[in-house]
């Protein structure tokens, strides 16, 4: 089974950029999460999807942030304009449903630096 | 008040030891709990699950408190391997920050 894909690995911005990045679930995962990973913190829940609808962007910091899941499928997180203070790492999971009994598969993130 | 808690620690413990963890949570309607695996620079992986009854996986044991709201996580005969950081997750949306594990030779 293929596991969660990201891209890109790596991103280095400068402040008042913007960047977008990808993600691919496994296959048949109906939900699919974005977590804000800053060094030396836990993941933080950015935005939750089921299918192509919004759950929880509860902790999205929605004058900067967006994101999307349009076929229910892949999704994009976008950071417009980019802060000094968003230079983390951006995880995907994904699970095949929103009931709580299910753990998450990670995709391997996304190293952004806002410099 | 953060809703998960975890000792950061770190935890440097010889090879062969018992460590064990407690991630304490504060919502009491909490219904799942896992704990994660994060090796450096690495994406987290699930370790596993947290039932009511407890749970065990070799040299892993997990256990729910649900009157003192505290998830545990033991690990048995520490090898070299189990360096890692350790999270612990309530209702899939809470991570605690972590507890850092180094088992020294």
């Known amino acids: 089974e293929a596991g969660v894909a990201q891209s890109p690995r790596y991103k280095i911005i400068e402040k008042r950029q913007s960047v977008a990045f990808w993600c691919n679930p496994i296959?048949?995962?109906?939900?699919l999460y974005w977590y804000q990973q800053i060094l030396g913190q836990g993941p933080k829940l950015l935005i939750q999807?089921?299918?192509?609808?919004?759950?929880?962007d509860s902790q999205l910091p929605k004058d900067r942030f967006s994101a999307e899941r349009l076929k229910g499928v892949d999704s994009t997180l976008k950071i417009q304009p980019a802060k000094l203070e968003d230079s983390a790492v951006y995880l995907c999971?994904?699970?095949?449903?929103?009931?709580?009994?299910?753990?998450?598969?990670f995709g391997s993130g996304t190293r952004l630096t806002v410099v | 008040r953060k809703e998960v808690e975890q000792d950061p620690g770190p935890f440097n413990v010889p090879e062969g030891a018992t460590v064990a963890f407690n991630c304490t949570y504060s919502?009491?309607?909490?219904?799942?709990f896992f704990w994660y695996r994060q090796d450096c620079r690495k994406e987290p992986k699930l370790l596993m699950s947290?039932?009511?009854s407890g749970n065990e996986d070799g040299r892993f044991t997990a256990q729910l408190n649900r009157a003192s709201q505290y998830i545990s996580l033991l690990i048995r005969d520490s090898k070299l391997s189990d360096s890692a950081t350790y999270l612990c997750?309530?209702?899939?949306?809470?991570f605690g920050t972590g507890t850092s594990l180094t088992v020294i030779p």
């Open positions: 999807f089921q299918n192509n609808g919004v759950v929880d």
């Open positions: 947290v039932y009511s």
């Open positions: 296959s048949g995962h109906a939900t």
């Open positions: 997750v309530v209702n899939g949306a809470d």
């Open positions: 999971a994904s699970t095949p449903s929103d009931l709580l009994g299910y753990g998450y598969t």
């Open positions: 919502n009491s309607a909490s219904q799942s």
